[in-house]
């Protein structure tokens, strides 16, 4: 998974004692837009879509990280993602969440990577300084 590649062994096990595993269907709503979050999910498996009001905003797939906003601001989601396909993912809770980030601050360094990414992506195209 790219969001765990560069991780030392001994950060692999500190992640996994942090997570929890599930299984969901093709169909499951994630999250919604609008609701509070109390966790983030990484896509190990699979296929989904993030989308804000109403519009497809964006496809994700395997080392993608989903509702790690929330968890950094506390503010509610700001889009719904839905299983396009049966996933496998790891669920971070906030407690957990912090604590990884504190553990394995590489994880965090990629997670910033992550939503710094999106910011631009989300930004109008513009100059370029």
Known sequence: M????????RDLRRIAS???EIDVQEGKVLM????????CFVIADGKAKATMRGSRSASLG????VGEMSLLDQAPRSATVTA????????????NFSSLINQVPLVARRIMAA????????????PQH
């Open 2 to 9: 790219p969001l765990f590649k560069s991780c030392s062994k």
């Open 18 to 20: 942090l997570v929890d």
């Open 32 to 39: 919604r837009q609008g609701e509070p979050g109390w966790e």
């Open 62 to 65: 395997p080392g993608d990280v």
């Open 84 to 95: 396009m396909s049966d996933m496998h993912l790891l669920v971070l809770t906030s407690r």
């Open 115 to 126: 939503l710094a990414g999106r910011v631009r992506a989300a930004e109008p195209r513009g």
